[in-house]
Structure formats: C-alpha cells, structure tokens
C-alpha cells in the first residue's frame, strides 16, 4: 500500500517549535490537496492545515497563528512549522494526500510531545 513518509516529531517544552516533513511517493498522481492531521490521546483524529494544489491554505482555529504550512510542489513534500507550541498541541501527527479521485493516503505519523 501506498504510504506517506513523516518526519521531525520529538518532545519540546512549551514555547518551542518543531518543524515536522512529509513526502509523498512519486507513483502518487494527480494530488490535489495534501493535509496534517493530528490526534491527541484518547481524542478523535482532526484536521490541523491542509493546502490545495492551487495554493490555498486553511488552518484549524487552534493553529492559527503559530503553525504554518508549505509546500513543495516539484517533491510532493509539504511542511509544518509549528511555533509557540502548548501542551494541548501533544498528539500524533499524521500526514494526508488526496488525489483527482478522492483517494486518500496516509502515512504512519510522528510524535509530537509538548512538556516541561
């Protein structure tokens, strides 16, 4: 199965920043967005940025301001700058594409742990 290559989680202290990597396969066509998605302990999996093949970026209330997303379109690679981390960003990061079908891929997440 097809999967998605995340990196740069670890444990920061509150305040710190972490900048966390994703690379998508070649054999990935026609991507049309590419997302993070995060899930803390025992909570539900969400939705923290995604951007779109035009360029459009949506953050998650609870982000804004201090993570930012980019991409590189030639690598399929996007990035997450995470700033000003809090405790509450503590959770498995995960990565997402979607392709011109609808067809979503994942990959396996990184860690991400805030705590003094």
């Known amino acids: 199965q097809v999967q998605l290559v995340e990196s740069g989680g670890g444990l920061v202290q509150p305040g710190g920043s972490l900048r966390l990597s994703c690379a998508a396969p070649v054999n990935i066509f026609s991507i049309i967005a590419m997302g993070w998605y995060r899930q803390p302990p025992g909570k539900a999996r969400e939705q923290v940025a995604d951007?779109?093949?035009?360029?459009?970026?949506n953050y998650v209330d609870s982000v804004k301001g201090r993570f930012s997303m980019s991409r590189a379109n030639a690598k399929n690679e996007v990035y997450l700058q995470m700033n000003n981390l809090k405790p509450e960003d503590t959770a498995v990061y995960y990565c997402?594409?979607?392709?011109?079908?609808?067809?979503?891929?994942w990959g396996k997440g990184t860690q991400v742990t805030v705590s003094s």
């Open positions: 997402n594409a979607r392709d011109i079908s609808g067809a979503n891929f």
């Open positions: 951007i779109t093949s035009g360029g459009n970026i």
